[in-house]
């Protein structure tokens, strides 16, 4: 993970459209992917995930897409819902090793009624 | 559901004490991490442990020292604490280090004031 200091990149929706996170990857090696969610003073939580064979995988109100060739991996939430307000981070791992992850830079999303 | 617990949430000390982090994964997990989240910075991995042995580790100060034991549990040993050191801490713990990539499921965390 990189070290950003106190300034997260910002996202400011309305509340009910969709929203789109963005995330570069530097790991070539990373064949594991995760995106987490977490909210003020608390630790993070698992939104999605998806492996270095796919390109996209949904959820419910969420899309995750990977594409390898610029290392780079979204996260979409649809009808954004004021408890969406929270930092997402992006996180990638090697699916053979020690498996630590390594986060990328937050982003602060805040859902405006 | 059972979930990662950590203890203390709270811990505020004063330079050049010590610090010991308690960490209790979720049942029939047997691989716990740590990291290390400074104030608006995103978490950062310090160590890990796989069936009581250290499987990883990551930009964890000489200073810290980890362990796990028989029951799974983790302690997270920090001494000589800096004022740098003040951050939270978060233990994740999942399933198995060989279940081919998994989620990590991370605690509340313990928020470390140093004075």
């Known amino acids: 993970g990189e070290s950003v200091g106190l300034h997260l990149p910002t996202l400011s929706v309305q509340e009910g459209d969709n929203s789109i996170i963005n995330c570069a990857y530097s790991?070539?090696?990373?064949?594991?992917f995760i995106w987490y969610k977490q909210e003020s003073g608390k630790g993070p939580q698992f939104i999605i995930d998806?492996?270095?064979?796919?390109d996209k995988r949904q959820g419910q109100r969420v899309t995750v897409l990977l594409n390898k060739t610029v290392k780079h991996l979204s996260l979409q939430i649809a009808a954004t819902q004021p408890g969406d307000s929270a930092v997402y981070f992006c996180?990638?791992?090697?699916?053979?090793?020690?498996?630590?992850?390594?986060f990328g830079q937050g982003t602060r999303l805040t859902i405006n009624p | 559901a059972a979930g990662v617990i950590q203890s203390p949430r709270h811990l505020i000390k004063e330079k050049r004490e010590t610090a010991t982090l308690k960490c209790y994964p979720i049942?029939?997990?047997?691989?716990v991490y740590w990291y290390q989240q400074g104030p608006g910075q995103d978490p950062q991995f310090l160590i890990s442990?796989?069936?009581?042995?250290?499987?990883d580790k990551g930009s964890i100060p000489d200073r810290f020292s980890a362990q796990q034991f028989s029951d799974y549990h983790s302690e997270l040993n920090m001494s000589s604490l800096e004022l740098g050191d003040s951050a939270l801490y978060f233990c994740?713990?999942?399933?198995?280090?060989?279940?081919?990539?998994?989620?990590?499921?991370f605690g509340p965390g313990t928020r470390l004031t140093v004075l």
């Open positions: 994740a713990s999942s399933p198995s280090l060989t279940s081919a990539g998994g989620e990590q499921f």
């Open positions: 790991n070539s090696a990373s064949d594991y």
């Open positions: 998806i492996r270095s064979n796919m």
């Open positions: 996180a990638e791992s090697e699916i053979q090793g020690a498996q630590k992850l390594v």
């Open positions: 049942p029939r997990h047997d691989t």
């Open positions: 442990f796989y069936e009581k042995m250290q499987s």
